[in-house]
């Protein structure tokens, strides 16, 4: 019922493309997706303004302040989703963000070992399922577009917009261009690997560091 709610909403071409793109970050890749989530904005902004029209009489005197209170409502009712879209990119991307290291270490054994690239990312999505669910999801759509035909520059270049995350379009990056000149691709892995723990390293000095200045007015 949401879903046929959210195909009534009339969408611009550039909506739709910028909804889509937040719903595959998010991990919903299914083809309702989008009228589904327009449907949810429509039912809570439904629910919000019966909320405010309820709550209005007790929350002031002010005639136009209820008014201002009943409209608030409902634009948080339709904001609300997105805002709650957004916060699932960012945490979705903190996981992917946190898995790399470990899939680039079991890519540059695997490499090491003589598997080939294609093969690797079998492996690691297939080792990684339970350690890391979403990067193993993510790297198993690129196996799988890879046996269905399309090139390898291009499944990985799927990745990297599909799940919008900078460390792995680095990496998507790395990978086609030591693909394409044919260098090392363990030791590119390797490099790679050391700098994302690094950078972590100095993000996590960065963040103690800014507890003292935080507590200070506390």
Known sequence: VIEQIGEQIPLSPADQSVTRRDLMMAGFRTDGAIQLFFGIKVLFCVVMFVFGLMLRTH?????????????????????????????LVKKRHLLLRLGLPDALDMMVVAVEAGLGL?????????????????????????????????RRAEALRNLADRTGEPELRKLVAILIQTDRF???MGESLR??????????????????????????FP
């Not at 136009?64 to 709650?84: E, H, K, N, Q």
């Not at 080792?127 to 269905?148: I, K, P, T, W």
Request: aromatic residues 8%; without cysteine; proline residues 2%.
């Open 182 to 184: 044919g260098t090392s």
């Open 191 to 216: 490099t790679h690997s050391d700098f994302m723990r690094l950078k972590r390293k100095q993000e996590a000095e960065e963040r103690a560091g800014k507890g003292g200045v935080k507590l200070v």
């Open 118 to 150: 294609d093969q690797a990312l079998q492996y690691v999505s297939r080792e990684m399922a339970h350690s890391h669910a979403e990067l193993s999801d993510e790297l198993g759509l690129v196996g799988l577009e890879m046996r269905a035909g399309k």
């Open 59 to 87: 929350i002031t005197d002010n005639p136009v302040l209820r008014i201002v209170f009943v409209v608030a409502s409902t634009g948080l009712g339709y904001y609300a989703p997105a805002f709650y879209l957004e916060s």
